[in-house]
Every structure is written in structure tokens, then in C-alpha cells.
């Protein structure tokens, strides 16, 4: 039986993944870990998923959009962005800029980030950018939402938050509250837990946590480790 104060939030979670408050259609741009990790949650809340991919008839394609439902496409990127409420950037993260100016007009659209601008550097990977993908990507992208999301953790923990052993967050930071809110019912929706840190230019910092994981975890002298954000409660 579960406790009076444990109940809203079971109770949340149940209706958000059973009635969403309403249904969009999402461009998932790029059909890689990423992308197939995030395209069938989204549906599985009720969203229409529109695959972004090169070529949408290759077989690899093919068999993510029969994994993700009977609604589920592909199409080239620029169709699919077209197409879409919310864009989903699940691509190479030094080619954010081109990508984003190749999909067209994404004014009005939310854009969700979760890529990190990484490089090979003397002591293991690092920072490529001068600024952050998130700031890149809203000025390739300027009428556009951006909110960086979804690129501190492993795709594997994204769909099996209860293996990390308690509440998984997802920092978001973008300049509109109102996306982020958005992008926040999404992550919950996935039993997740949204934590919002501000504005696009905060971006920079969310980026570097996913390097520390994985020079620390890759690193040959290193200790690997695991880590999450909590709330105050």
C-alpha cells in the first residue's frame, strides 16, 4: 500500500504515461542509441513519432519505427521537422549547427538537445565548443525553443531509471519556461525526475557533467562512478 505522500506522485506518473495532457508529433532526429531510446518513451505517452533518418527505408530505420507503434515513420530529417510540434536533435554533437539549418524553419517548434560537443584532447575527452550546443543550436535556430535535456546520462538508464537505485534527473535549461515545462511533462512521463537550471547559457555546464562521467569511467587510472542530481525536498 503505498504511503499518502508517495501516492501523488505514483498517481502522476500513472496518468501522465496513460493520458498525456496532449498528443504531438515529434521529429526524433537521428535513429542512433539515442533516438531509439527516446522515440518509443515518447510514444509509449501517446506522442506521434516521425523519424528523422537519411535514408527511412534502410532496414535498421525500418525496425526502430515497428518497434516504436503502428504511428510511427520516417521520413528525411527536413520532412520530418516539418511535420513536428517538438524536434528531437539525437545527432553527432560537432554537427549540431549544420543540422539544425538543414531542417528548415523551426520557428514556434521546441527543440530538446541532448548531445554534447565532445573531442579527443592529450588527457581523454573534452570540451569542443567555445560556448555550448545549446547556444549553438538557438542561434542556428533563432524563432525556435531550445532546451538542452536529456545528455547526462546513458540511453540505457533513460528507459531503466529504477537501475540506477533511486531518482534519476534530467537537468533542462533553455530560455523559455514554457518549453521547459513542456519538455518537464515529457521527462516525467518517463518516470524521471526534471530539475530546471536556468537559461540556454547555463548549457555549457550541464554538457561538461557528461565529460567528467566519461573520462572518469573510461579513464585506464580512474575510478568510474555514477551520478544524479537530487532535489531539496
Known amino acids: 500500500m503505498l504511503s499518502n505522500k508517495l501516492l501523488p506522485v505514483a498517481l502522476l506518473y500513472l496518468l501522465t504515461s496513460l493520458f498525456p495532457v496532449y498528443a504531438e508529433t515529434i521529429a526524433v532526429i537521428g535513429t542512433g542509441e539515442v533516438g531509439g531510446a527516446l522515440g518509443p ?4 505517452q501517446g506522442h506521434l513519432i516521425i523519424y528523422g533518418s537519411r535514408d527511412p ?5 525500418q525496425r526502430l519505427v ?7 515513420s520516417a521520413l528525411l530529417p527536413a520532412q520530418a521537422a516539418a511535420r ?46 567555445a560556448t555550448s550546443n545549446g547556444e549553438i543550436i538557438q542561434a542556428a535556430a533563432p524563432g525556435a525553443h ?21 531518482p534519476v534527473s534530467i537537468p533542462l535549461v533553455g530560455d523559455s519556461d514554457k518549453a521547459k515545462h513542456r519538455v518537464a511533462q515529457l ?15 547555463n548549457a555549457r555546464w550541464v554538457e561538461g557533467m557528461l565529460i567528467l562521467w ?20
Open 41 to 44: 518513451e515518447f510514444a509509449a
Open 84 to 129: 513536428a510540434d517538438i524536434v528531437v536533435l539525437a545527432v553527432p554533437g560537432l554537427m549540431v549547427e549544420e543540422i539544425t539549418k538543414s531542417l528548415g524553419d523551426l520557428s514556434g517548434k521546441i527543440i530538446i538537445d541532448p548531445t554534447n560537443p565532445l573531442r579527443r584532447g592529450s588527457a581523454g575527452l573534452e570540451h569542443a565548443v
Open 187 to 201: 521527462v516525467t512521463g518517463m518516470g524521471l525526475e526534471p530539475i530546471d537550471l536556468g537559461g540556454i547559457e
Open 214 to 233: 566519461i573520462n572518469n569511467r573510461y579513464g585506464s587510472e580512474r575510478e568510474g562512478f555514477e551520478f544524479h542530481l537530487r532535489k531539496t525536498r
Open 57 to 61: 527505408s534502410r532496414a535498421k530505420v
Open 146 to 166: 531550445v532546451v538542452k535535456a536529456f545528455n547526462t546520462l546513458n540511453y540505457r538508464t533513460m528507459i531503466d531509471p529504477e537501475t540506477s537505485g533511486g
Open 66 to 72: 515497428k518497434q516504436t507503434g503502428e504511428e510511427a
